[in-house]
């Protein structure tokens, strides 16, 4: 399956961008503008049953990943590529970066597991549920009180788009557990409601950088921009700290 993507600049090296859960490439809106500024080509893409790409209410997390990898092949980035993945997209990123091989991997607020079992209908209830949390601004800004208006009226956009089945239909099979390879960069909030401390323990001793910014919500760009972007020198920061050219 090709996934709808935002393909943004033209520098020499690529980021490519995956969602959370009920977002959509929209939901990058904020980092898009100073990546490309910084010289890199963006590529944003709505995972299945998200946004404007197709649904699938059988999915599972390895064919999930395979779309990730086709239309990252069909859009023909090049090298170096840096890879970036939240939550959900973090999950599907990790599940991916064997056959993409980015140069840098970076891993936003994910425990990189995913609980198999679930009934497929049952859980499709709660995510139409959820779901129906976050369909208006309105609720999403008396939620997340961080949000600026854009925020929110992206997000609510991305929740009108989202169809439960597809992603529910990924934890119907069985479990899966990624550990993050050497080299690789989980950024954490801190405390995090997804990344435990053995979860960051696990990580570090496998070679990950595990990096940490306090008071930050879930989705960091959006309650703590600046930490956030400050945290990634390899992508935001000028040339000489910066791993992509």
Not at 33 to 42: E, Q, S, Y
Not at 107 to 130: E, F, I, N, P, S
Request: some cysteine; charged content about 20%.
């Amino acid at each position: 399956m090709l996934l709808h993507a935002i393909d943004a600049g033209t520098g020499p090296s690529t980021v490519l961008l995956l969602h959370g859960m009920m977002g959509s490439s929209d939901s990058w809106w904020r980092l898009i503008p100073p990546l490309t500024a910084n010289g890199h080509r963006v590529i944003a893409l709505d995972l299945p049953g998200h946004g404007l790409s197709e649904r699938d209410p059988q999915l599972t997390i390895e064919q999930a990943a395979a779309s990730v990898v086709e239309t990252v092949r069909r859009l023909g980035p090049g090298r170096p590529l840096a890879a970036v993945g939240h939550s959900y997209g973090a999950t599907v990123l990790a599940a991916a970066a064997e056959m993409l091989q980015p140069d840098v991997t970076v891993y936003v607020d994910a425990a990189l597991a995913l609980t198999g079992g679930h009934d497929r209908a049952t859980l499709t209830a709660q995510y139409a549920r959820d779901r129906g949390a976050r369909l208006t601004p309105e609720d999403l800004l008396a939620s997340r009180p961080f949000y600026s208006v854009q925020d929110a009226e992206v997000e609510a956009r991305a929740a009108a788009l989202f169809d439960p089945a597809t992603t529910a239909s990924i934890s119907c099979d069985t479990d899966h557990s990624w550990l993050p390879d050497a080299g690789s960069i989980v950024v954490k909030a801190e405390p995090s409601s997804w990344v435990s401390d053995d979860d960051a323990r696990r990580f570090a001793a496998n070679g990950a950088d595990v990096r940490s910014i306090p008071g930050a919500a879930h989705t960091i760009w959006y309650s703590h921009f600046d930490e956030f972007t400050a945290s990634l020198p390899e992508l935001f920061g000028p040339p000489a700290s910066r791993t992509l050219p």
